[in-house]
């Protein structure tokens, strides 16, 4: 996945902003005023948290694929409901698209999409932004 979406952005001459979604998180900054605060966007994380395990693994092999590429990348950690979270990163920054890797594989996320049903499709419905699937690599 990363190949492609390093593709689209070299092509672009734009920066890449990977983004990993804390799955055990919430969204709290919705105040009863509708006042939105950048606490879900910025979250802080201890070292050990399983977050910031997650997003370090995600960050060594973004650096990997970005080997050769010449493209300006980071990564960011957001909290709350995926479709949400992406959504709300992508408007925060401008983003042009929200490009999308293939669901990870296994028992435990077939179930997890059973029961909070597809991201890419939550995100076709309720974003304004284009979002770009990108297929698994063993298909």
């Known amino acids: 996945m990363w190949d492609r979406a390093l593709d689209l952005a070299q092509s672009r001459s734009v920066p890449l902003l990977a983004a990993f979604v804390d799955p055990a998180s919430y969204l709290i900054e919705w105040t009863p005023g509708n006042n939105v605060l950048p606490t879900s ?47 709300r990163l992508a408007e925060a920054i401008g983003a042009a698209t929200i490009v999308l890797g293939a669901r990870r594989t296994g028992f435990m996320a077939k179930v997890d999409e059973l029961v909070s049903g597809s991201l ?20």
């Open 41 to 87: 966007l910025d979250p802080v994380l201890a070292p050990d948290d399983d977050a910031a395990i997650a997003g370090a693994q995600l960050k060594e092999s973004l650096a990997a694929a970005e080997a050769g590429y010449g493209v300006d990348w980071s990564l960011r950690i957001i909290a709350g409901d995926p479709a949400l979270a992406l959504g």
């Open 120 to 139: 890419m499709h939550r995100l076709l419905t309720t974003q304004t932004v284009p979002v770009l699937g990108i297929p698994s690599p063993d298909v």
